[in-house]
Structure formats: C-alpha cells, structure tokens
Nanobody
C-alpha cells in the first residue's frame, strides 16, 4: 500500500491561488481513483475533487471552475490547483488513493489551507 504525503498548503489572501501536491511512496498507476477531501473542525469531511485513472473528474459544486485536479503518473504525484480562493475554502485538505484491484485506500496526513486577509 503506497504512502501519500501532501504539501503546498499555507496562508493565502482571498482571490489568491495555491497548488497542493500529493506524492506517493511508489507508483500511483495502480490507484484507480485519487482525490482530495477537506475538513473543517466540527464538520464532516467532504469530497472536493476526484480523478480516475481514465481521466474522469468530479468536483464539489462550490469549487467548480476554480479548482483543477490532475495527476502525473511518471512523477507519482497528484495535484490540486486552487484559484480564486475564498475564506470558506479554509480547511485541512487530505489526499487519498484507492487501489483498483484491492480496493484499499491510502490517505495522506493532511495539509492546512487558510484563506484570510
């Protein structure tokens, strides 16, 4: 089972951009679906975006048109480009990857994104 590590979080002003990275300890080719969740204290974790190995994407309504998910198999990395950030995007962002054969899901440790002036 691959280990996932997020990076790229931080503090940004409203309207700004961040790119989150999720790097795997091994090949991500076997991960049929990868994606990002986010969680705010006291609330349930919500799916932000997902991407299948075949290229199909799914976005939470509030981020459509602002966030873009992508993956680079050769780099064993998945990205979340976040533009026009809003204060309500503030959360801890977690990446995940689901193995297509075993259905096992790997999770990263989370990275904090804070959108504030």
């Amino acid at each position: 089972q691959v280990q996932l590590v997020e990076s790229g979080g931080g503090l940004v002003q409203p309207g700004g951009s961040l790119r989150l990275s999720c790097t795997a300890s091994g090949s991500i080719f076997g991960l049929s679906t990868m994606g990002w969740y986010r969680q705010v204290p006291g609330k349930q974790r919500e799916l932000v975006a997902s991407l299948t190995r075949g290229g199909s994407t799914n976005y939470e309504d509030s981020v459509k048109g602002r966030f873009t998910i992508s993956r680079e198999n050769a780099q064993n990395t998945m990205y979340l480009q976040m533009n026009n950030l809003k204060p309500e995007d503030t959360a801890v962002y977690y990446c995940y990857g689901r193995n297509g054969e075993t259905a096992l899901t790997s999770w990263g440790q989370g990275t904090q994104v804070t959108v504030s002036s």
